[in-house]
């Protein structure tokens, strides 16, 4: 489909909300409706031609003899397609009904006469919930009318003339997929509807993660099945992009394609697309027969919708700052402590990691999920290609879940190389992105090794722009940003470390307190009972004139006052001073300092310590049991442009030429008026 056409496509279906809605449902229903009414047209189209054996074949007695399973096996041989419906309607046929009491009835018939995964789809929509509204205003004839315009084709296939040439082109996934997530992203604009952390992403992005996922596997890939996993599937645009360019590659490979989504508008969209591919029946078996959705819908964080499931490319955009509270709520926690899920607190050995980040922000528990989906088993293990925004390659402190998740990804030599996207590339955001690449089956050369892709400038920009996205990414950029990743070359655009390289030590220094003692101190403030005033008086009276008071340690084995109260009263009675001596075995708060030493650090922290602290601290000291390992990813620090000065020449040239510009205006304001 051309832009011309696309473009008509997309008006006319945009405008049959102003058409039809417009001040007979509230706006922010407008999407409920009309997105809907495009997913049962499609399925409509589709099953037109054998409806009426559909119809006449589930009416038999024999086969209501059969069993379940095998009626719905007999009705999909029929149509065709892994979904049927065994109503007499179809939107054409409804559409000569113009008494709204019956065309309401038939149109519910029709809904309840599709097969079980079309309900649902209709069920996440919520459709039923407006019909009522709809006929009471007389919409839901209008709105079948449109829908079933000969002059708009929403089938996959072509419509012809008489002649036999293209009237209407068909409207394949892709394209669909497209309209689906603008008029999604319009909507959402235009009658402010908004979601937290949903980033639609557009087809040019999902082209590059196919193509980073699949292009360096190319030569290795062999004829059978590959499997492909979204564990935030959206409108299944990774999905069906993903499996679009395996197709590509020319020799017999097949797909199974799997996903979940929490937004039951984008889940019923993506499962209806699927569907209608004809090519991923949305059942699948476990090897013991248990039935297991292709499409789950729910969160993938708390709602594990494919447990115990291992895949060949997991490949995925989550959402961006995000909380998880929700999630908590469905575990039945109140705090991420109690979280026990493997995925995100797995036993290795006989240590627990905790990878779980802020409660604000999800987006890395999508990583850890996509790693415990790893397979181990077969050559090519698993590829993993994963969008985040920049906090994900450096937020949290060693020890933290984030950096915990990044030291695991590294130090198991997994992670291959992270990719910096232009900025402006989503509708709704204009933040830059990342692209992780992670995988258990390196090559040899990049064993051991991360790259880092500067991939920023490789952008074209859109005539016009799509809300926040101003630019895309066009075929020759693609290839651009593949070349740079499987030449696996070091220039101005591609940078390679050994994985130790995003490795640090986190230490704390401690320096010794130092304490000098006041004899003579008010113990007012110190709020002290008679009996442990009096008490503390006693200690102090054995203090000789000349008792060492810059030395804590011999003042309180000379006042040999009781522990406890001496803890009490020690901050009223002392003060910190420098050229006191060390109070044995405590350091100062104060002074205690943290240090990030990089595990390349020639010599390591022995000679940190001598090298960057001990000239400066000779006193300081490393409290061993609080030394930490972090991990973190900086592209500033590596691919740092500085801003290019103006020289002294540029300079004096600019200057000249205000002067030029402004001579004689001092002289007439100084002369104005007189």
Same mark, same amino acid.
């Given at each position: 489909?051309?832009?011309?056409?696309?473009?008509?496509?997309?008006?006319?279906?945009?405008?049959?909300?102003?058409? #039809?809605?417009?001040?007979?449902?509230?706006?922010?229903?407008?999407?409920?409706?009309?997105?809907?009414?495009?997913?049962?047209?499609?399925?409509?189209?589709?099953?037109?031609?054998?409806?009426?054996?559909?119809?006449?074949?589930? %009416?038999?007695?024999?086969? $209501?003899?059969?069993?379940?399973?095998?009626? @719905?096996?007999? *009705?999909?041989?029929?149509?065709?397609?892994?979904?049927?419906?065994?109503?007499?309607? &179809?939107?054409?046929?409804?559409?000569?009904?113009?008494?709204?009491?019956?065309?309401?009835?038939? /149109?519910?018939?029709?809904?309840?006469?599709?097969?079980?995964?079309?309900?649902?789809?209709?069920?996440?929509?919520?459709?039923? $919930?407006?019909?009522?509204?709809?006929?009471?205003?007389?919409?839901?004839?209008?709105?079948?009318?449109?829908?079933?315009?000969?002059?708009?084709?929403?089938?996959?296939?072509?419509?012809?003339?008489?002649?036999?040439?293209?009237?209407?082109?068909?409207?394949?996934?892709? &394209?669909?997929?497209?309209?689906?997530?603008?008029?999604?992203?319009?909507?959402?604009?235009?009658?402010?509807?908004?979601? !937290?952390?949903?980033?639609?992403?557009?087809?040019?992005? #999902?082209?590059?993660?196919?193509? #980073?996922?699949?292009?360096?596997?190319?030569?290795?890939?062999?004829?059978?099945?590959?499997?492909?996993?979204?564990?935030?599937?959206?409108?299944?645009?990774?999905?069906?992009?993903?499996?679009?360019?395996? $197709?590509? *590659?020319?020799?017999?490979?097949?797909?199974?394609?799997?996903?979940?989504?929490?937004?039951?508008?984008?889940?019923?969209?993506?499962?209806?697309?699927?569907?209608?591919?004809?090519?991923?029946?949305?059942?699948?078996? &476990?090897?013991?027969?248990?039935?297991?959705?292709?499409?789950?819908?729910?969160?993938?964080?708390?709602?594990?919708?494919?447990?115990?499931?291992?895949?060949?490319? @997991?490949?995925?955009?989550?959402? /961006?700052?995000?909380?998880?509270?929700?999630?908590?709520?469905?575990?039945?926690? &109140?705090?991420?402590?109690?979280?026990?899920?493997?995925?995100?607190?797995?036993?290795?050995?006989?240590?627990?990691?905790?990878?779980?980040?802020?409660?604000?922000?999800?987006?890395?528990?999508?990583?850890?999920?996509?790693?415990?989906?790893?397979?181990?088993?077969?050559?090519?293990?698993?590829?993993?290609?994963?969008?985040?925004?920049?906090?994900?390659?450096?937020?949290?402190?060693?020890?933290?879940?984030?950096?915990?998740?990044?030291?695991?990804?590294?130090?198991?030599?997994?992670?291959?190389?992270?990719?910096?996207?232009?900025?402006?590339?989503?509708?709704?955001?204009?933040?830059?992105?990342?692209?992780?690449? #992670? =995988?258990?089956?390196?090559?040899?050369?990049?064993?051991?090794?991360?790259?880092?892709?500067?991939?920023?400038?490789?952008? +074209?920009?859109?005539?016009?722009?799509?809300?926040?996205?101003?630019?895309?990414?066009? %075929?020759?950029?693609?290839?651009?940003?593949?070349?740079?990743?499987?030449?696996?070359?070091?220039?101005?655009?591609?940078?390679?470390?050994?994985?130790?390289?995003?490795?640090?030590?986190?230490?704390?220094?401690?320096?010794?307190?130092?304490?000098?003692?006041?004899?003579?101190?008010?113990?007012?403030?110190?709020?002290?009972?008679?009996?442990?005033?009096?008490?503390?008086? !006693?200690?102090?009276?054995?203090?000789?004139?000349?008792?060492?008071?810059?030395?804590?340690?011999?003042?309180?084995?000379?006042?040999?006052?009781?522990?406890?109260?001496?803890?009490?009263?020690?901050?009223?009675?002392?003060?910190?001073?420098?050229?006191?001596?060390?109070?044995?075995?405590?350091?100062?708060?104060?002074?205690?300092?943290?240090?990030?030493?990089?595990? *390349?650090?020639?010599?390591?922290?022995?000679?940190?310590?001598?090298?960057?602290?001990?000239?400066?601290?000779?006193?300081?000291?490393?409290?061993?049991?609080?030394?930490?390992?972090?991990?973190?990813?900086? /592209?500033?620090?590596? /691919?740092?442009?500085?801003?290019?000065?103006?020289?002294?020449?540029?300079? =004096?040239?600019?200057?000249?030429?205000?002067?030029?510009?402004?001579?004689?205006?001092?002289?007439?304001?100084? +002369?104005?008026?007189?």
């Amino acid at each position: 489909m051309d832009s011309v056409q696309y473009n008509k496509m997309f008006s006319f279906l945009w405008n049959i909300a102003t058409d #039809v809605l417009v001040n007979n449902v509230e706006a922010v229903e407008y999407k409920k409706i009309i997105l809907p009414f495009i997913v049962l047209r499609r399925l409509d189209l589709l099953l037109e031609p054998k409806q009426k054996m559909v119809a006449e074949t589930s %009416a038999s007695p024999d086969f $209501h003899a059969l069993p379940q399973e095998s009626q @719905c096996e007999q *009705l999909y041989a029929i149509t065709g397609f892994p979904f049927y419906n065994t109503s007499v309607y &179809t939107m054409k046929t409804l559409r000569s009904e113009k008494d709204n009491t019956r065309l309401m009835q038939s /149109f519910n018939a029709y809904l309840d006469g599709f097969s079980f995964h079309v309900q649902d789809i209709i069920k996440k929509f919520d459709l039923k $919930h407006s019909l009522e509204r709809l006929a009471g205003n007389s919409c839901l004839g209008l709105l079948i009318d449109k829908f079933t315009d000969e002059n708009i084709n929403l089938g996959i296939a072509p419509v012809l003339d008489e002649d036999g040439k293209v009237k209407h082109p068909g409207l394949d996934n892709h &394209t669909m997929g497209t309209l689906f997530e603008e008029l999604l992203r319009r909507f959402n604009e235009d009658y402010a509807v908004t979601s !937290a952390g949903e980033h639609y992403t557009p087809r040019d992005y #999902v082209r590059v993660l196919a193509d #980073v996922a699949i292009k360096p596997l190319e030569s290795k890939l062999k004829k059978g099945t590959y499997e492909i996993y979204d564990a935030a599937c959206g409108t299944g645009g990774i999905l069906s992009i993903s499996e679009e360019a395996f $197709h590509e *590659l020319g020799f017999r490979i097949e797909t199974n394609i799997y996903g979940q989504e929490l937004q039951p508008d984008t889940y019923a969209i993506c499962k209806a697309e699927m569907m209608i591919a004809g090519k991923n029946k949305p059942l699948d078996y &476990t090897a013991s027969g248990i039935k297991r959705e292709r499409f789950a819908y729910g969160s993938t964080i708390s709602q594990n919708g494919h447990e115990g499931k291992y895949f060949d490319f @997991c490949i995925s955009n989550p959402p /961006f700052g995000t909380p998880y509270k929700k999630d908590l709520e469905n575990w039945g926690y &109140t705090k991420k402590e109690q979280i026990n899920d493997p995925r995100f607190r797995p036993q290795i050995g006989s240590e627990t990691l905790d990878f779980l980040p802020s409660i604000d922000d999800l987006q890395m528990l999508f990583l850890a999920n996509n790693l415990s989906r790893m397979k181990d088993d077969t050559e090519l293990g698993t590829r993993i290609v994963e969008i985040h925004n920049g906090s994900s390659l450096f937020t949290g402190d060693a020890g933290s879940g984030p950096s915990n998740l990044r030291q695991y990804i590294i130090e198991n030599d997994l992670l291959e190389a992270v990719i910096a996207m232009p900025e402006n590339m989503f509708y709704n955001t204009g933040i830059g992105t990342f692209i992780w690449v #992670v =995988t258990n089956r390196k090559e040899e050369r990049r064993k051991g090794k991360v790259q880092l892709i500067d991939a920023t400038a490789l952008k +074209s920009p859109l005539r016009k722009n799509l809300g926040e996205k101003n630019c895309e990414v066009s %075929a020759g950029n693609r290839a651009a940003i593949v070349k740079l990743l499987m030449d696996f070359e070091e220039n101005e655009q591609s940078k390679i470390f050994p994985n130790a390289e995003f490795g640090y030590w986190s230490i704390t220094v401690e320096r010794p307190l130092r304490l000098k003692l006041l004899p003579h101190a008010d113990l007012t403030e110190a709020k002290l009972k008679e009996k442990e005033l009096a008490e503390v008086k !006693a200690a102090l009276a054995k203090l000789p004139a000349d008792a060492p008071l810059l030395d804590f340690d011999k003042c309180a084995a000379i006042m040999d006052m009781k522990k406890t109260l001496l803890k009490k009263v020690r901050p009223f009675i002392t003060e910190v001073c420098e050229d006191a001596e060390p109070v044995a075995g405590e350091a100062d708060p104060k002074l205690r300092d943290y240090e990030q030493i990089p595990l *390349l650090y020639k010599g390591g922290i022995e000679a940190f310590m001598k090298n960057e602290v001990l000239p400066y601290a000779p006193d300081a000291w490393i409290d061993e049991e609080k030394t930490v390992v972090g991990y973190e990813l900086s /592209f500033t620090k590596y /691919f740092y442009k500085p801003v290019e000065l103006l020289s002294i020449e540029s300079l =004096t040239a600019d200057i000249e030429a205000l002067e030029a510009q402004t001579d004689g205006m001092l002289k007439e304001i100084l +002369s104005f008026g007189k």
